[in-house]
Nanobody, 128 residues
Framework: QVQLVESGGGLVQTGGSLRLSCAASGRTFSNYAYAWFRQAPRKEREFVAGISWSGGSTDYEDTVKGRFTISRDNAKNTVYLQMNSLQPEDTAVYYC?????????????????????WGQGTQVTVSS
């Protein structure tokens, strides 16, 4: 299975942008759907965005639609989360997750239980 390492987090002012990267090791990167989740202090972890194994299907949590974009580069074994117009409420630890899929399962889900590999997380802090 793959192993995931996130990077790209940091401190940014309100309205700024960051791009998170999730580098996956292993030779089966393309057999996985990927997602980003986040966990703010004293809150439950929540789904942010997901992308199917082919990249043909994406999904977003309502508050990030139009601001965040998830993408994948199978040649680089990397998943990205471009975050624009960041707000203080986006402050959280962001986790990359992967779930193995068969060829016919070209979909994305927002359920944590559908992802069985997780990264260590990267902190995103948006100052007001």
């Amino acid at each position: 299975q793959v192993q995931l390492v996130e990077s790209g987090g940091g401190l940014v002012q309100t309205g700024g942008s960051l791009r998170l990267s999730c580098a996956a090791s292993g030779r089966t990167f393309s057999n996985y759907a990927y997602a980003w989740f986040r966990q703010a202090p004293r809150k439950e972890r929540e789904f942010v965005a997901g992308i199917s194994w082919s990249g043909g299907s994406t999904d977003y949590e309502d508050t990030v639609k139009g601001r965040f974009t998830i993408s994948r580069d199978n040649a680089k074994n990397t998943v990205y989360l471009q975050m624009n117009s960041l707000q203080p409420e986006d402050t959280a630890v962001y986790y990359c997750a992967a779930g193995r899929r068969s060829y016919s399962d070209d979909y994305t889900t927002n359920l944590e239980s559908d992802y069985d590999v997780w990264g260590q997380g990267t902190q995103v802090t948006v100052s007001s």
